[in-house]
């Protein structure tokens, strides 16, 4: 946050059933809890799917964002799918403050 000149990874948004917000994260990864936190604090509605520990277990992480590290945040609404808590946390202040 706050770099200038920082451009978001994005990919393309992967179809979900109900909400329109999904955050991929791991039990006790602190990025993904910087990520979850911040969802918190603004109020944001998001459902939260629980990953695996082992990279190789990653498989739906893997399918919806061309690879297996969390945190990973899907917004329909948007039309995004992105990757890395920093990058995450840009767009979060851009979209939903």
């Known amino acids: 946050m706050g770099r200038t000149g920082a451009k978001l ?4 948004a992967t179809q979900h059933r109900g909400m329109s ?3 991929y ?15 918190d604090e603004l109020g944001v509605d998001y459902q939260t799917t629980w990953v695996e520990a082992r990279h190789s277990d990653r498989d739906e992480v893997k ?3 061309g690879q ?5 945040l899907v917004d329909e609404e948007y039309g995004v799918t992105m990757a890395e808590s ?6 979060v202040e851009r979209s939903y403050t």
């Open 9 to 12: 990874t994005l990919w393309p």
């Open 21 to 23: 917000r999904r955050l």
């Open 25 to 39: 994260q791991l039990d006790g990864c602190p990025y993904c809890e910087k990520v979850a936190d911040r969802l």
């Open 63 to 65: 399918r919806v964002s």
């Open 68 to 72: 297996r590290a969390v945190p990973v």
């Open 86 to 91: 920093d990058r995450i946390l840009e767009f």
